[in-house]
């Protein structure tokens, strides 16, 4: 049989081809997302999310920085569709860093999805994935932060895969370059990922996440390698976290005002306060440390820029048609 093998320019048409396929998808599929999509379906769908976030906010702050997170992991992980929800033995739940995700956040978009299927003519129209769009606004809104419009209209994945978990989302110790080869391949600028991580103003570590930058570890970089850290702060930190620390201790990442969502993170970079290298980076490295420095000097420019890459995030990976369903149940496929 006579070989196809293409020839080099031909190859170049044939991924470009197949690029802009890929890229076509992912923009009908965002441009399915609109505001106002269960107006006539589910017309207080807002009301009824908003209401099991008070609620649960009541009961622990902590269900605020773990929905936060559980939606940047689920929409970096194939994409916004809820698929970190998935509770199965090879789901995305059980590999990396999606181990550590908050079981009170977790509770909470159980609870906003009762709520809206408990409600006659919402039951079963809404999605998981938008209840998790939803309760990320209204936990960032609710802590101090920007109450924003959200699009609607995903759908939640049918799939979910372990294996990508580690390779999809930021480590603790990335620096710039490798932060922004991640952000961009999800469509998001540096602009996009430092406003994002200031979503850390509100968040906790624990303690295995940052212990090599208290102490110097042989075959590491440890105390004092990689960003520099405020030696009052490394000692403060070495109190919260000792050499035999417990699974369970943790520390806040804003330094300044730990339980409100505001431009305190940035503060805590210029303090050189940061606890994750990944944070730190972000004042250390000069071409980032401008958008450090304007942020921290200026909370409304943070809450916009911060608005529109939460925009830009909730459309990456969003599931239409046979591609997707709404789950009766969050935590398994219909």
């Known amino acids: 049989m006579r070989s196809t093998r293409l020839s080099p320019p031909s190859l170049r048409r044939s991924v470009l081809a197949a690029a802009v396929v890929a890229l076509t998808a992912a923009w009908c599929a965002a441009a399915q997302l609109s505001q106002s999509y269960y107006a006539s379906t589910c017309p207080n769908v807002e009301t009824l999310v908003r209401g099991a976030v008070t609620q649960k906010l009541q009961e622990t702050f902590n269900a605020a920085p773990g929905t936060l997170r559980l939606f940047f992991h689920d ?3 194939r994409g916004c569709d809820a698929s970190v929800l998935l509770s199965g033995p090879d789901d995305e739940h059980s590999a990396g860093a999606d181990t550590t995700l908050s079981p009170d956040a977790l509770d ?23 209840i998790l769009a939803l309760a990320a606004r209204d936990v960032v809104s609710q802590t101090g932060g920007p109450n924003y419009p959200v699009e609607l209209g995903r759908l939640d994945g049918m799939v979910g895969t372990r294996a990508v978990v580690k390779h999809s989302l930021p480590g603790a110790g990335f620096d710039l370059d490798q932060l922004n080869k991640l952000f961009a391949a999800n469509g998001l600028t540096q602009t996009d ?4 991580s200031g979503g850390h103003t509100i968040g906790v570590t624990h303690c295995d996440k940052f212990v090599r930058r208290l102490y110097p570890f042989k075959g590491g970089r440890g105390a004092g390698g990689g960003p520099p850290m405020n030696l009052y702060f490394l000692r403060q930190m070495r109190q919260t976290c000792p050499l035999n620390y417990s699974p369970s201790a943790f520390a806040m990442l804003d330094a300044v005002s730990p ?52 925009a830009k995030l909730g459309r990456v990976g969003v599931k239409t048609g046979s591609d997707g369903e709404i789950r009766r149940v969050c935590t398994k496929v219909n």
């Open 75 to 77: 929409c970096f992980v």
């Open 259 to 310: 339980r409100k969502f505001d431009n305190g993170y940035y503060q805590t970079l210029q303090q050189m306060k940061g606890l994750l290298a990944s944070d730190q980076v972000l004042f250390a490295d000069r071409r980032s440390r401008a958008t450090v420095n304007y942020f921290a000097a200026n909370q409304t420019a943070f809450f916009d820029a911060f608005v529109a890459a939460m």
């Open 108 to 130: 909470l978009i159980t609870r906003a999805k009762a709520a809206v299927d408990g409600d006659p003519q919402c039951a079963n129209k809404v999605s998981c994935a938008d």
């Open 193 to 196: 990922m430092i406003a994002l």
